[in-house]
């Protein structure tokens, strides 16, 4: 089983819109979770940290289920410039290295 | 935010040549870099992380002696791939994470894009 798995989409939706991606994990132990936007060709840039409460940012919306090993992560009011790759980021301890999932691609057309 | 730069941004070269890409922080000290690798379609994948001062934690499968590692100061790791092939034509990408800080985040370079002809 990968250690970070993602439905690589891609999602194909209106403006306005609400789409949600979904991310399981494999390590139980571990600590910190993150989603990363990825645009074509370019470096991952941090979207938002995952806690274990659910954590809001505008139209962003993420979830964590540790029980199940599973992340979320909810856009609503889609705009054409949320058009980019998700990236679901894990990390299992402390300092120590992130995993990264293949991407879930979305495409928000007119 | 925190800045990382990495030069060069694209590069062609022949099969067999190496190439160095260096990866700075600008604005900040790090004494660990990461250096990841992305195929096409592909998850970033770890190679290694950089430490400054000592040598280079390379992750399974990735051969230390085709990419060199060198962390020579608070603000530069470089990656060198050695005699390279087409096989490594990849977009290569370095992070670091503010030194000293209990921070989560990792601040990523804007990539290099080798292409081995």
């Known amino acids: 089983r990968k250690e970070v798995e993602q439905d690589p989409g891609p999602f194909n939706v209106p403006e306005g819109a609400t789409v949600a991606f979904n991310c399981t994990y494999s390590?139980?132990?571990?600590?910190?979770f993150f989603w990363y936007r990825q645009d074509c060709r370019k470096e991952p840039k941090l979207l938002m940290s995952v806690y274990s409460s659910g954590n809001e940012d505008g139209r962003f919306t993420a979830q964590l289920n540790r029980a199940s090993q599973y992340i979320s992560l909810l856009i609503r009011d889609s705009k054409l410039s949320d058009s980019a790759t998700y990236l679901c980021v894990v990390r299992n301890s402390g300092y120590s290295t992130l995993t990264f999932g293949k991407g879930t691609m979305l495409l928000v057309s007119p | 935010g925190a800045v990382v730069s990495q030069h060069p941004s694209r590069v062609i070269c022949k099969s067999g040549t190496s190439v160095k890409i260096e990866c700075r922080s600008l604005d900040f000290q790090a004494t660990t870099m990461f250096w990841y690798r992305q195929f096409p379609k592909q998850s970033l994948m770890l190679m290694a992380t950089?430490?400054?001062?000592?040598?280079?934690?390379?992750e399974q499968g990735v051969e230390k002696d085709k990419f060199l590692i060198n962390h020579a100061s608070l603000t530069l790791s470089t990656l060198t791939v050695t005699s390279a092939h087409p096989e490594d034509s990849s977009f290569y990408i370095c992070s670091a994470p503010i030194s000293g800080r209990a921070t989560d985040e990792q601040f990523f370079g804007p990539g290099t894009r080798l292409t081995v002809l």
């Open positions: 950089s430490n400054e001062g000592s040598k280079a934690t390379y």
């Open positions: 390590n139980s132990a571990s600590q910190s």
